[in-house]
């Protein structure tokens, strides 16, 4: 039992520093971005949302939208540069509540979200955006610690039904004059 106590907390220590990484490839991303930024440009991009997939094209000056080139999305998103960073930057910090809930122990797993995200190398901004919801073990509350001591094993943090993942895919910015 004591060999399975010290394994959890080496597990736990671990996982701890998951997102410091994608934390620190976004802010290189930006400064990237802010090194070298496009004042005027177009933006061609892919939504795909589970099986839905559009694509929108447009011209951005300062960051601010000038005008839509293309657009076959129902609900458009109308990208620039830096709402790509937003994005991402949301993305990377899900929201933070309670996915299952056992009455006695409580929160057992909380809803986050799977993020990869793919940065351009030159100019910094994000290339490709995906986002899968997910679920996670609640570990650092006790709830989730309640529940392994009542039920002697861990809970099942897998999601009942698979919500689907969002991409966000850059096809070109092109610099304008």
Not at 82 to 95: D, E
């Amino acid at each position: 039992m004591k060999q399975r106590a010290a394994l959890t907390l080496v597990l736990a220590l671990a996982l701890a520093g998951c997102g410091a990484r994608q934390d620190y490839d976004l802010q290189a991303a930006i400064a990237r971005w802010q090194a070298r930024p496009l004042g005027h440009y177009q933006l061609d991009t892919t939504d795909v949302l589970g099986s839905r997939t559009c694509n929108q094209s447009v011209e951005v000056r300062d960051e601010q939208l000038v005008r839509v080139i293309d657009n076959t999305c129902q609900y458009p998103n109308l990208w620039a540069v830096s709402w790509l960073f937003r994005h991402t930057s949301r993305a990377l910090a899900p929201p933070n509540t309670c996915a299952l809930l056992d009455p006695v122990a409580g929160c057992i797993c909380r809803t986050t979200a799977e993020v990869a995200v793919e940065y351009d190398p030159a100019y910094g901004y994000p290339r490709v955006i995906v986002v899968r919801p997910t679920w996670q073990a609640a570990w650092q509350g006790s709830g989730y610690w309640w529940y392994t001591l009542q039920h002697g094993a861990l809970p099942n943090c897998t999601p009942p039904s698979v919500v689907p993942s969002e991409q966000v895919i850059v096809r070109q910015v092109i610099p304008l004059p």
